[in-house]
């Protein structure tokens, strides 16, 4: 019943491009979709936290490797970022973070 | 960002999201949300019940502006929870009601003119099904505690409300949406309290048909609220529509939004239990016989009409204190 929490960071260069924004909402919590929360850590910080809650409980190794890959292409260091998540499939999550890169470049 | 706004004007109200509906209801680049979700004042509530909480609690508050006129906004977001209202969702709603009022106060204290933007008004976007089950209690005093300030700011801050998000208006919000001073609702918006399949559930599909849209539309949509009143004006499913009836109503003096309201007083209430007796009369079985009994003759054609050809066409409920300011 009670909600599972999952943790993630991934140290790395923080790029310097990458658009001027602070922090940045996207999505909503409804089944089958998720929210996601993004804070730009100071300019020196070359660490990224990614916070998840997910009603979902027992796909941390999902969870795992979606973030892995995200992190990987993307390479967004430097932000702390907190999803709350009511059951999205690893696609859902997938194109919600896609749209949060695009929204940090637009920016 | 203008771009972003202007965009959305063209698009239409229900498929929106609380944050840009208060965005584009405000003059471009002028709405700066309270308690946003950085703040992240979640329910504490809904976890240890397994469900994830949202960053805003499905609310959206801050202030804008209207041509010159200060609004404070509270816009709900049905995609969470259903719009419920919980007691982060519902503390919101509520200080969001005591910050008009406050700011009322001192723009007052400081002789402002309504002209040169001294007339605060609160503007509310419902879209929600009431209470939400999961902290109900907190939910149902956060309705009677935004009822309550209604009361409180009756003739000081002009209260304006629009229904037209993809769940409506429904529950405990049905009462709340129809103690504001002016209602605009659009075709997709409807209000109702206890909603469609409630009634089904409790007294069964021949009572009311919950999957029958078209009667579903018929009974609690814009046109039939707008018909009995309960709605002021009807507006088309674009935000530009419901932004332009916003900054039209805003306009008028304090007295006029005021008179609109229509209930809070004694009298008031007599003459909503008259539309009660007549619905409760035996020969009105459907929406369309009330319609029927306020003289409107071709009925499909009006509920086929466009927007603009209906509100010219259709004949109202003739409550007797409305008609000399309509």
Redesign the interface.
């Known amino acids: 019943m009670a909600l599972e929490r999952l943790e993630f960071e991934f140290v790395g260069e923080p790029e310097n491009g990458g658009g001027d924004w602070e922090y940045l909402h996207i999505g909503h919590v409804m089944s089958g979709d998720l929210e996601i929360l993004a804070e730009r850590l100071p300019a020196e910080a070359d660490v990224t936290r990614i916070h998840v809650t997910t009603g979902a409980v027992g796909f941390g190794s999902v969870w795992q490797m979606v973030i892995d890959e995200f992190m990987t292409t993307h390479e967004v260091y430097g932000c702390e970022i907190w999803i709350n998540d009511d059951g999205a499939t690893p696609a859902v999550v997938k194109l919600r973070l896609w749209q949060l890169v695009k929204e940090m470049s637009a920016k | 960002m203008d771009d972003r706004w202007n965009r959305m004007q063209d698009l239409p109200f229900s498929r929106l999201?609380a944050r840009e509906r208060a965005v584009a209801i405000c003059n471009p680049g002028s709405f700066i949300e309270l308690l946003?979700?950085?703040n992240?004042l979640t329910s504490p509530h809904l976890?240890?019940?397994?469900?994830?909480?949202?960053?805003d609690d499905g609310i959206v508050v801050g202030l804008g502006k209207t041509g010159k006129t200060p609004v404070v906004v509270v816009s709900q977001?049905s995609?969470?929870v259903g719009g419920g209202v919980g007691e982060v969702h519902g503390t919101k709603m509520v200080m969001a009601v005591r910050l008009a009022l406050r700011g009322q106060e001192i723009l007052e204290s400081r002789g402002r003119s309504p002209e040169e933007g001294g007339q605060v008004v609160l503007l509310i976007s419902f879209d929600t099904g009431g209470v939400r089950l999961q902290e109900a209690n907190a939910g149902l005093l956060a309705h009677s505690e935004v009822m309550d300030s209604f009361q409180a700011a009756r003739g000081k801050v002009p209260i304006i409300g629009v229904i037209g998000g993809t769940v409506g208006c429904f529950g405990g919000m049905g009462f709340v949406a129809s103690s504001v001073d002016v209602l605009i609702m659009s075709d997709v918006g409807r209000l109702g309290l206890t909603g469609p399949g409630v009634i089904e559930e409790v007294v069964g599909t021949e009572e009311f048909d919950a999957a029958n849209r078209a009667l579903v539309w018929r009974t609690t949509g814009g046109r039939h609220r707008f018909i009995t009143r309960d709605a002021d004006f009807i507006v088309e499913d674009t935000m530009k529509a419901f932004r332009e009836k916003v900054s039209e109503v805003v306009s008028w003096p304090l007295e006029k939004i005021s008179s609109k309201r229509i209930i809070g007083t004694e009298d008031m209430v007599l003459e909503q239990m008259r539309l009660v007796e007549l619905a409760a009369d035996d020969k009105i079985q459907d929406s369309w016989d009330l319609w029927r009994q306020f003289g409107n003759e071709d009925i499909e054609c009006l509920w086929d009409s466009d927007v603009s050809e209906f509100t010219a066409h259709a004949r109202r409920w003739p409550r007797g204190r409305i008609g000399e300011c309509d």
């Open positions: 999201n946003g979700p950085r992240r976890p240890p019940m397994g469900q994830t909480p949202q960053f977001e995609r969470f």
